[in-house]
């Protein structure tokens, strides 16, 4: 868009008007310009000179003043516009940490290099779990820019800031200029979409590109869980092929379709069944049921209710089962030395064997300080003031020394009788014990001798005085004595007897 | 409740906290080994509602004690936990003030009961 000044001069004005450009018009002018008039005309075209322009101005008429014929030169410059930043989402959960290293074949469980930050590829994650009521972001409203100025002063326009934009999907909603978790789970954001689902899924194995897992619900894993990782979840937990020596800890069921393969490593604390086709050489804890299709080998058991293996077997390691244990082979034809001990809680035995030596030695602290302060007590006149406040002390010191056996006895008693009210005592064989299988009941146990083909029912049973472990045959109703240990009720005894007295 | 317990034995103040928590377990307890740092912790709180005081204390005695604070205050409840058994000496401790006393050596049961029969007889 050339415009002309004076007709010797022309000013081009780009169509976006963003720049003017001064240029002589055809033969340089024959008569003398002065600055003055030159910036009055181009001032007269309404275009804004800055310093520069005017700079720019003064060197084109000191050119022209010394006859030479300047080139082109710009005299105005607009202002770009800076456009509106769009809303956004600003993330508040924690992201997962991103590995320090790649993970190699040979890489131990943890790598412990001295002076070397280092980190366990077994804890690399790429899942974020959020928690009912947790922020996830805060929703950043579009931020102002400015507008921009052609040559002639003229506004021009910026971009407008779109709004932030995003999806609510399942378990989030927006509270305000925020957007909050209803549910725990796994925070999914994908191509703008927020939701949590209540079940992670890990499509693939448990592996160095999962991680361990911690999860608040249920987990479902369609392939296996590897060497070594930890699974804790607040829920289920259900893997579609095998678990191998992994830490599994779950708030509700385990069921594993594959099966169990602990490798002497593996160990698992469930919060209530567990549903395994196998269980070999583990670790395995479930506060409710076990059941187990093919066989529980060389593992070491430990159920709160019924542990059933209703069409296999259990040969090595051993079993507690509070609720009873229903097998069809206990026991192998290979002798195999197996244990199996129902209605009876391995926390009892512990906790027994860690207080009694406690309890023992507060009575017999009591017993001593009451033969120092009975006397005293019976001559009180007699004390001096520094005589009544030791007696004082040292009542109270038998006070304290009886308050922690109680504590101590109450809690053997209410374990005591958790298994008296939850325990059941028996062990239904369908198919066939073996020798070499130590059964062990609460009063009685027994290493048994003698091969038995089921389906018999072995309980403990009162014959006189002694408490004998015996095989009922369930179809013809025959019983056979299967023998009892000596010995073997004296825990019982005194654990009973210790209630009893504190009873009285 | 506020509870002042005033012993220069350390063990003996350890007992009376012991007991003094089976049943006001929320109370907030205050310490003092003698007479004087009795007194200064009643004129730094507002209001002691129970105050166990031994008799024999370095600095001040108890009874010198309870007769000070007598002197301004009859709200808080004065137990004193003595070893001075006679007559005497007991009717001196009420007379200055005390709402009951504990004659040591006493169990831990007996100081409890003490204490609650004190409370309930003052409500």
């Avoid at chain 1, 890990?202 to 930890?230: E, M, P, Q, R």
């Avoid at chain 1, 209703?310 to 002798?335: F, P, Q, R, W």
């Avoid at chain 2, 204390?57 to 058994?85: D, H, Q, Y």
Wanted: proline share 3%; with cysteine; aromatic share 6%.
């Amino acid at each position: 868009m050339p415009l002309i000044t004076n007709k010797i001069f022309w000013v081009d004005v780009d169509k976006e008007k963003t720049r003017a450009l001064l240029s002589v018009h055809g033969e340089m002018p024959e008569e003398a310009v002065a600055y003055e008039d030159l910036f009055a005309d181009i001032k007269a075209l309404g275009i804004i000179l800055k310093a520069d322009g005017v700079e720019s101005i003064k060197a084109f008429a000191e050119s022209l003043s010394k006859g030479v014929q300047p080139g082109k030169v710009q005299i105005a410059k607009s202002i770009d516009p800076v456009d509106d930043r769009k809303g956004r989402l600003e993330k508040c959960y924690q992201e997962p940490e991103v590995p320090m290293r790649e993970a190699s074949a040979e890489a131990d469980q943890v790598e412990v290099l001295e002076g070397v930050d280092t980190q366990s590829h077994y804890e690399r994650s790429d899942i974020i779990t959020v928690t009912k009521g947790d922020i996830l972001f805060n929703i950043l409203p579009p931020e102002d820019g400015t507008d921009g100025e052609d040559v002639y002063g003229e506004a021009i326009a910026r971009k407008l800031g779109a709004e932030a934009l995003f999806d609510l999907g399942t378990n989030v909603a927006q509270d305000g200029d925020q957007i909050v978790a209803t549910d725990s789970g796994q925070l999914i954001y994908e191509n703008n979409k927020i939701r949590i689902s209540s079940v992670l899924k890990i499509l693939g194995d448990i592996d160095f590109g999962v991680g361990n897992v911690d999860f608040v619900k249920d987990v479902s894993v369609a392939h296996n869980i590897l060497d070594l990782f930890k699974v804790k979840c607040g829920g289920s937990l259900e893997v579609g092929g095998l678990i191998e020596a992994a830490e599994i800890e779950t708030g509700e069921d385990l069921i594993v379709i594959g099966g169990i393969t602990g490798k002497e490593k593996g160990v698992f604390d469930v919060g209530r069944d567990i549903r395994s086709k196998y269980i070999t050489n583990a670790t395995v804890k479930a506060k409710n049921d076990i059941t187990v299709v093919v066989e529980v080998v060389n593992s070491a058991i430990s159920c709160g209710g019924r542990l059933a293996v209703g069409n296999g077997k259990i040969v090595g390691g051993h079993a507690y089962a509070m609720g009873g244990i229903t097998v069809k082979d206990l026991g192998s034809e290979g002798e195999v030395l197996t244990r199996v001990e129902v209605a009876i809680d391995d926390s009892l035995k512990c906790k027994y064997d860690e207080y009694m030596p406690k309890i023992n030695l507060n009575l017999q602290k009591i017993k001593k300080i009451k033969q120092v302060v009975e006397p005293l007590l019976a001559n009180q006149k007699q004390l001096n003031a520094d005589q009544k406040g030791k007696a004082t002390e040292l009542l109270f010191q038998t006070y304290e020394l009886d308050d922690e056996v109680n504590e101590m006895v109450t809690e053997l008693r209410e374990l005591y009788n958790t298994i008296k009210e939850r325990g059941v005592e028996e062990i239904v064989v369908t198919g066939t014990l073996h020798r070499k299988v130590e059964l062990c009941f609460p009063r009685v146990e027994t290493n048994n001798v003698k091969t038995i083909k089921g389906p018999v029912k072995i309980y403990p049973k009162k014959v006189g005085q002694n408490q004998r472990v015996v095989a009922e045959h369930m179809n013809t109703g025959d019983t056979t004595d299967l023998g009892a240990a000596a010995g073997v009720d004296e825990f019982w005894g005194k654990l009973e007897k210790l209630i009893a007295e504190d009873d009285a | 409740m506020k509870i002042l317990l005033v012993d220069d034995s350390k063990t003996m103040r350890n007992i009376w906290k012991k007991v003094v928590s089976t049943f006001e377990p929320d109370a907030e307890i205050f310490e003092a080994a003698d007479g004087l740092e009795g007194l200064a912790v009643f004129s730094e709180q507002q209001k002691i509602d129970l105050a166990l005081v031994d008799w024999n204390m370095p600095n001040m005695n108890g009874l010198e004690m309870v007769t000070k604070v007598r002197e301004s205050n009859k709200e808080t409840i004065l137990i004193m936990c003595t070893t001075e058994a006679e007559k005497p000496r007991i009717i001196e401790a009420i007379k200055a003030g005390i709402n009951n006393y504990v004659i040591k050596p006493f169990t831990p049961d007996a100081l409890k009961e003490k204490i609650q029969e004190t409370m309930a007889k003052v409500k």
